[in-house]
């Protein structure tokens, strides 16, 4: 199979990404933010877990948590073009809310064939839901886990879950005597503690969920093989959010340098902060055309998605982190302060770019996709 | 099918269909010399004589000027030009030997003069038989293009020029030259006007020709001085003082963001060619050892390369998104990064590829056992040509951080 033009990104999925665009420009600015997310500056705080839930049930009843579900589970099954794209757009926002969450288990349990059916037909129903698949390590090798399942009882820590006391259900991979399965847990089931973090990014919360004696039913015994297939998407949304992250980055810098002024001119006269605001842009746009590249190969070109998610990660793990180096370091002072809500994106950023592999991790991976594992 | 051939018109679906039948049969031979990396390293009458053959005959089949119309020498098709550029791409044919004249000159023209000089020099310039150059550059003016100090003045329908071009790409090997000048000294801008010059017929009668040497000993590029040398007013493009608006229509095709598709071939697979790309890299790598394992396996190497194959595939992907307006918030924001990336991401490959060969990177062309004939080294010095010729990368970056980020403007 090859690859539309288009990167099938069709009148639909641009309709959308442009109703996301302006709903979040209209009803969440970043001044709102900042007062939900930045009230407690103290270093010790614990993450406050303070977000819209409001606006998200908006969202919710604009169906985007149901946009990646098959149509056969009661969703729209949108290709994973379209969903980047909304997905940038909530990026640009940073708005905190478990959609990323939700998009990843919805993939999972996708690949999950019939046994994962119902529990996308919950998330169709308005249900939310996050990975809990890492261990304390933070290792991205799928087959590691913190969790072990003896019959049907799962026990064990799952670290890095992402927006966890946001959602309402936990996708978790445990090893059993067989290998890796998965199993769809309710956040609030008997035996579950979710055990918050203190993180840096203010835009999420990130917990580790402690499982004691949990009962739970399986919806993959071939836990790895689903994780294997689900994966791309993963890495590809959350390229797609630093992306939309990342230009909203460097507008804002844009802008501060094109009004602030010091040695009787604007800070983008001089090359030294002109020239890596460039760098930044050709950095944005790389990651921007390869997210969509991959996304198009998931849906089309299936032999060659992981190879392309790889790339689209590796180049959004570098965008962030440049990104957010020239926003603060042009903002001078003000951008080291934290009345400046280039703090928000900067933090965020750092995290996403950590997050599922950094640029380093993708690339090995990549190389040995091109080159063959080395000897 | 390829990733295009899918969103085919009617037209371009057939003419795919024909480029693709032509060039399953007239692919042209293997060369019997060493072939440049580009059209602006053409040393010799030998390869030129075999690149301007091809350029021909791809003309005479319609793979060349497809969407101008029939009156001026074109195919009169509806953006066929970059279907036949797939395709000869994907045939992997020579590249063309005209590329000033159609990638500058042929818009340039074809935008600014008058029907009957259009009509009279495009065919030409399409098939190859008249090899055009640039003469914009001068001793004084290079990235301040706008200083050019070369005059025209006034002598009733005539203009007589005097001044000095330097870095004239193909000079030695061209009929016609796009000139720009000053027709007055007062103004800096609306004191330019644009010109094109019949030079070979002119050479020793107010033109000469001295070739360069390059930093790869090459030639190819040249200085060309105007001595008392007089041309009709007919050859003016466009309006007295309007040279530099001119020169921009240039400058923009140049860059890759002109909205005319120049007509492109390459990536010809043979002895007798070199290209800086990843996969080349990774072969590379592959074949070279190093304490007794290949290259291909040390993890800083492996590192390195898919950094640039990433970068690659990023400007690949850019063209491609450049197609799709819904994900574009500025309609130039892609096009106007295609030089700036492209050279410089040649220019990482040929200097990753010289680490990689190690030692052996000491060695060029005249070393039999120089890895891949010492085109390595040769490719990294060249790439430099690209990250300076057309706008250097710092004035690409002006103007990427100006027009589209809207900075202010730099001095
Ligand atoms: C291989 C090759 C082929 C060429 N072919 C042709 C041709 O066919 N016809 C033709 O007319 N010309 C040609 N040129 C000339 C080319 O266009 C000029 O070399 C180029 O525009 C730079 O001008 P310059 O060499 O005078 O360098 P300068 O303008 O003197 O620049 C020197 C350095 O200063 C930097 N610099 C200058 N101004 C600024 C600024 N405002 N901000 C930041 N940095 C700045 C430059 O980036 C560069 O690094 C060719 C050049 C090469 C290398």
Known sequence: MTQPDNFGFGEEAALLKDSAR????????????????????????????????DLWQQMVRLGWTSLAIPESAGGLGMPLAAVAGLVEELGRAAFPC?????????????????????????????????????????????????????????????????????????????????????????????????????????????????????????????GVAALSHAMPAIWTLLAADITGAAEWQLQATVEYAGTRQQFEHPLGFFQAVKHPLVDVMVLIDQCKSLVYNAACAFDTEPKRVAQFAHMAKASASE???????????????????????????????????????????HRAQLANILIGTAA | MSESARQDSPEQAEFRDYCRQWL????????????????????????????????????????????????????????????ANDEMIA?????????????????????????????????????????WCQGFSEPGAGSDLASVQTFAERKGDRWVINGHKVWTSLAHFADWMILLVRTDRSHKYDGLSYFVVPIRAALGQGVTVQPLIKITGETGFNEVIFENLEVDDGYRLDELGKGWQVAMTTLLHERGAGEL????????????????????????????????????????????IMQLVIREAGLGQNQ???????????????????????????????????????ASASLYLGDDNAPAGGQWPMAYMNSYGMTIAAGTSEVQRNILGERVLGLAKSK
């Open chain 1, 22 to 53: 302006k709903f979040l420009a209209d009803n969440f600015t970043t001044d709102k933010l900042h007062r939900m997310v930045a009230s407690d500056h103290r270093p010790e705080r614990i993450s406050a877990c303070a977000w819209d839930r």
């Open chain 1, 98 to 222: 478990p959609l990323l969450g939700s998009l990843n288990a919805t993939y999972v349990l996708t690949a999950c064939g019939n046994d994962g059916e119902a529990a996308l037909t919950e998330i169709a129903e308005g249900m939310t839901a996050t990975l809990a698949i890492t261990n304390a390590e933070g290792s991205w090798d799928l087959a590691d886990t913190g969790v072990d399942s003896t019959s049907g009882q799962l026990n064990g820590t799952a670290y890095f879950v992402q927006d966890a006391r946001k959602v309402d259900r936990l996708l978790v991979s445990a090893r059993t005597t067989k290998g890796l399965s998965l199993y769809w847990v309710a956040t609030d089931a008997e035996g579950v503690t979710i055990r918050p973090d203190a993180i840096v990014d203010l835009t999420r919360d990130q917990a580790h969920v402690i499982f004691e004696n949990v009962q739970a039913q399986a919806v993959s015994n071939n």
């Open chain 1, 319 to 361: 965008c962030a982190a440049f990104a957010s180096s020239r926003s603060v370091q042009s903002h001078g002072g003000i951008g080291f302060t934290w009345e400046c809500f280039i703090h928000l994106y900067f933090k965020r950023q750092k995290h996403s770019q950590l997050l599922w592999g950094d640029a380093a991790w």
């Open chain 2, 24 to 83: 399953a049969s007239n692919k042209p031979k293997e060369p019997s010399v060493r072939l440049p990396l580009s059209p602006l390293e053409i040393m010799t009458e030998e390869q030129l004589s075999y690149l301007q053959g091809w350029q021909k005959s791809a003309y005479d089949a319609g793979l060349v000027g497809c969407d101008y119309p029939v009156a001026v020498g074109g195919g009169g098709r509806t953006d066929c030009q970059r279907v």
């Open chain 2, 91 to 131: 045939a992997r044919t020579p590249f063309m030997p005209n590329v000033i004249g159609l990638g500058m000159a042929a818009p340039t023209v074809f935008h600014h003069a008058q029907e009957a000089l259009k009509e009279r020099l495009l065919p030409r310039l399409f098939s190859g038989q008249e090899i």
């Open chain 2, 261 to 304: 598709q120049t007509p492109r071939s390459g990536g010809m697979k043979s002895k007798a060619t070199h290209s800086s790309n990843t996969a080349n890299l990774i072969e590379l790598a592959r074949c070279t050892s190093r304490n007794g394992k290949p290259a291909a396996d040390d993890p800083l190497i492996r590192d390195r």
């Open chain 2, 320 to 358: 491609r998104r450049a197609r799709v307006s819904a994900l574009q918030d500025h309609p130039a924001r892609l096009l106007l990064q295609n030089k700036l990336l492209a050279s410089e991401i040649a220019q990482a490959i040929g200097a990753t590829a010289m680490e990689v060969e190690g």
